[in-house]
């Protein structure tokens, strides 16, 4: 073997053999069929997959290595094969596409819907009991009901509605309408936005998945970034980015005087909206109507 190049780095190559097994070859072209221990293929951390084409090379991943064995093989062409075949008789199935498409559009496009099956039943004018509503009849033998999440990353259509609700809901009360007469409108209305202060950048994770890809240099030399994606479990979420910047004395006596902090904002929200009306204090709380969000 010539001397590696720099930059040059060893890679483990799969192939398929007539036993249906995988074997690795090394970079050596003397050593065609040498089998890699188990042991070194998880401390590098390869995921071993199958493509079509019979060659995967080894991908440098964070975790554990997977051998595809013949049975995990066989598993997975027959979930697919259900799949398939799933997706035929649903077409083939009384009324077709045209009645799943009906029931999705009524589950409004639930993203992640509720299955439902079973029967309802009732006593007919005889007294004999009766069927009136039975899931083997509808497409897949179950209904769909919309999950109805609030949480746009887990069901957007379901975000989507639950938006357009609270908008009604907040028009209403400052317009009128659903009930409200429309004199409201004429009665002054503030939306006061309150945001807690910041006590220096953390590992986040946007609605891109991205945490922090671009920043300056703090005081003390460090870039305020992070290339990272990090996901709902780790741990690093929240952690500060610089821990000689990040000013935990003052994190932990927000946290720990919050209440009363809350407590005196609204004492104080309430009189400065009398002061503007030419009421005092207990006549603005006794007039005054407050709704406050938190989030």
Known sequence: ???????????????NT??????????????????????????????????????????????QATVLTPNLAARVIDDERRVTEGILARLNAPGGYDAFATQVRAARCCRRPIRLSGIVTGTGADGTR???????????????????TRRETLCPPCASLYRGDAFALVAAGLRGDKGVPEEIGDHPAVLL?????????????????????????????RA????SRHDDTDTSIGQALCSDCYDYEGAVLFNAGIS????????????????????????????????????
């Open 130 to 148: 009766q069927v009136r509503f039975d899931t083997s009849t509808l497409p897949d033998g179950v209904l769909l009901k919309a999950c109805g």
């Open 1 to 15: 073997m010539g001397r590696k190049r720099p930059g040059q780095r060893k890679v483990n190559r799969l192939v």
């Open 18 to 63: 007539p036993s249906d097994s995988l074997s690795g070859m090394g970079t050596d072209p003397n050593q065609t069929e040498a089998e890699p221990a188990k042991s070194q293929v998880r401390e590098k951390g390869h995921r071993l997959g199958h493509t079509p084409s019979g060659t995967v090379a080894g991908v440098r991943t964070n975790h």
């Open 193 to 221: 936005t309150l945001t807690a202060p910041s006590f220096g950048a953390v590992h986040r994770r946007r609605p891109d998945d991205t945490c922090h890809p671009w920043g300056q240099r703090c005081p003390h030399g």
């Open 260 to 295: 009363e902090l809350w407590r005196r904002t609204t004492i104080y929200a309430i009189r400065a909206l009398g002061s503007l009306a030419g009421m005092s204090a207990r006549e603005a709380a006794r007039c005054w109507r407050h709704d406050f969000l938190v989030r």
């Open 224 to 227: 305020l970034t992070c290339a």
